[in-house]
């Protein structure tokens, strides 16, 4: 069975950055903050997204 890519590399990680900012511009407060992914890929972008958020907030002076 032949598989196709649906989303390149480039264009995921781009996705996953915009989400990131999104969340942090909607959130005041993100220390109340719950990312919930649902079995199986969606636990697995939760957990970029939450490696995200913290590089993000490092870099920023945040974390």
Same mark, same amino acid.
């Given at each position: #069975? =032949?598989? =196709?890519?649906?989303?390149?590399?480039?264009? #995921?990680? /781009?996705?996953?950055? /915009?989400?990131? &900012?999104?969340?942090?511009?909607?959130? =005041?407060?993100?220390? +109340?903050?719950?990312?919930? *992914?649902? =079995?199986?890929? *969606?636990?697995?972008?939760?957990? /970029?997204?939450? +490696?995200?958020?913290?590089?993000?907030?490092?870099?920023? *002076? &945040? &974390?």
């Amino acid at each position: #069975m =032949k598989t =196709k890519e649906v989303v390149d590399d480039v264009t #995921m990680n /781009r996705a996953i950055t /915009r989400i990131t &900012y999104e969340i942090i511009e909607r959130n =005041k407060d993100l220390n +109340k903050l719950v990312l919930a *992914g649902i =079995k199986t890929r *969606g636990v697995h972008l939760a957990r /970029r997204i939450q +490696k995200q958020l913290a590089q993000c907030l490092c870099q920023n *002076g &945040y &974390y």
